[in-house]
């Protein structure tokens, strides 16, 4: 599971995105943006970088060291070519072809090119050596609150929650959709209906309802990723139960009943046993040290 964050060069966000085994993998195009100043030619900083026989070199080794699945008759091709003034190379065509996971190229609302801790160095020390100092101090800053046993145990119960989302789509699969007869390409309306079943018992509307009404958070972030501590809690407990539910041919309307009745009764056991403001008075205190 991916844990989105962030940190700030320049008065520039730059997103850092952190897997369950907290390897940072940092956008290289927001890099750009905070050392230049601005949008444009992003891509082409990145390619120039890219290009340079040194950069495929140092991109190489690393693969070789971290990745068993790396291609490296491609990468001696490519090789070979590099440092050539014809040699160009994106950084989609580096991961098609070489299976490289060290660079990720994202398209979408989401997108830009990220690349892992190390090699967002490399990258940063060719911009500016000044540049990659702040990268990597703010980057050990966001680690070392990551790194936190607090943070690991709810970074856990995030997980938990996901599988239980698996889970969830598990029963979806194996016991709802047999019965429905829907076409294979259309089998997504039904998770979907599923979800947005938790969505409206939990926060009141569904996701797009939610988008539609917070344009400006949904342009980064999810309904569920701006859920409070006991939001979350009760999301974790809803899919294991409507899982269950749906196993045992219970009716939409009827688990719709039972889910909202369970989701008012824990939410009101959370919110006595104030859990919520508990975690966020520890999770300032962390934040507090770790900034010290």
Known sequence: MTQKANISINNVIINVNQSDDLQSYICLTDMVRAYAGSEERTNIIIQNWMRLKDTIDYLGFWEKLNNPSFNCIEFDAIKTQSGTNRFILTAKEWCEKTGAVGIISKAGRYGG??????????????????????????????????NNP???????????????????????KGSLLPKLSVEKKKEYLIYAS??????????????????????????????????????????????????????????REERYTLLSDMAEKQLTLLQKANTDFEFKLLQSNITKQVQE
């Open 194 to 251: 599923e979800a947005d079943l938790l969505n409206v018992v939990l926060f009141g509307c569904t996701a797009k309802e939610w988008e539609q009404a917070n344009p400006d958070l949904a342009k980064d972030k999810n309904m569920r990723e701006t859920a409070s501590i006991n939001e979350l809690i009760v999301l974790s407990n809803l899919e294991s139960y409507n899982a269950e539910l749906i196993s045992k041919g219970i009716n």
């Open 113 to 146: 090119t990220y690349a892992h801790r190390d090699i967002a160095y490399h990258f940063g020390m060719w911009l500016s050596p000044e540049f990659y100092l702040l990268i990597v101090k703010e980057v050990q800053r966001l680690e070392k609150g990551a």
């Open 150 to 172: 607090l943070i690991l145990q709810w970074n856990l119960k995030r997980m938990l929650s996901k599988t239980n989302y698996t889970i969830h789509t598990d029963a979806i």
